[in-house]
Structures are given as structure tokens and as C-alpha cells.
């Protein structure tokens, strides 16, 4: 991949506009969520990490309903 390269204000409010550019090479979609990461040996470089959430609830059910159920009645004991 070739690397892109685009300029981007931070408004007011600490919100950043991903240029269409840089959106349409890294396959960005609306709605996709990032982490930010300032490194303090690196002040002028900010990361943007895209936060994978495709493997959310992956292992759902994995040991049953009987575990939720378990944790419900463990949870009630408590008070």
C-alpha cells in the first residue's frame, strides 16, 4: 500500500475530520471507533489504531446458558 498523506484541523471541541483521502485508502467507515495513542517519547507523532469489535460476543454461549444462570444465582447469595 502506498502511504497517503492529507492535512486535518482540530476544531474547538477536540474533534478531527478524517480526510476522505486517508477514509477511502484505510477502508474507514462511519461509525468505526479508534484508539488514540500519544506516546511521551514521541510528542509529535499521534497513532490512530482502528478498534476491532468483529470478534465481540465471538464466544457467546460457549459454556451455555447454565454459567449466566450460575452468576445470577452466585450474585443473589451476596446480599
Same mark, same amino acid.
Given at each position: 500500500? *502506498? %502511504?497517503?498523506?492529507? /492535512? !486535518?484541523? $482540530?476544531? !474547538? &471541541?477536540?474533534?478531527? %475530520?478524517?480526510?476522505? @483521502? +486517508? !477514509? /477511502? @485508502?484505510?477502508? +474507514? #467507515?462511519?461509525? #468505526? %471507533?479508534?484508539?488514540? /495513542?500519544? !506516546?511521551?517519547?514521541?510528542? #509529535?507523532? +499521534? &497513532?490512530?489504531?482502528?478498534?476491532? %469489535?468483529?470478534?465481540?460476543? @465471538? $464466544?457467546?454461549? $460457549?459454556?451455555?446458558?447454565?454459567?449466566? *444462570?450460575? $452468576?445470577? /444465582?452466585?450474585?443473589?447469595?451476596?446480599?
Amino acid at each position: 500500500m *502506498k %502511504t497517503v498523506s492529507a /492535512e !486535518a484541523r $482540530l476544531r !474547538a &471541541r477536540n474533534q478531527l %475530520t478524517i480526510p476522505d @483521502a +486517508i !477514509a /477511502e @485508502a484505510g477502508g +474507514i #467507515e462511519p461509525g #468505526e %471507533t479508534f484508539v488514540v /495513542e500519544l !506516546a511521551p517519547d514521541e510528542p #509529535e507523532t +499521534i &497513532r490512530l489504531h482502528r478498534l476491532r %469489535t468483529s470478534y465481540a460476543g @465471538a $464466544l457467546r454461549g $460457549l459454556w451455555g446458558d447454565d454459567a449466566g *444462570k450460575y $452468576l445470577d /444465582e452466585e450474585r443473589g447469595s451476596w446480599g
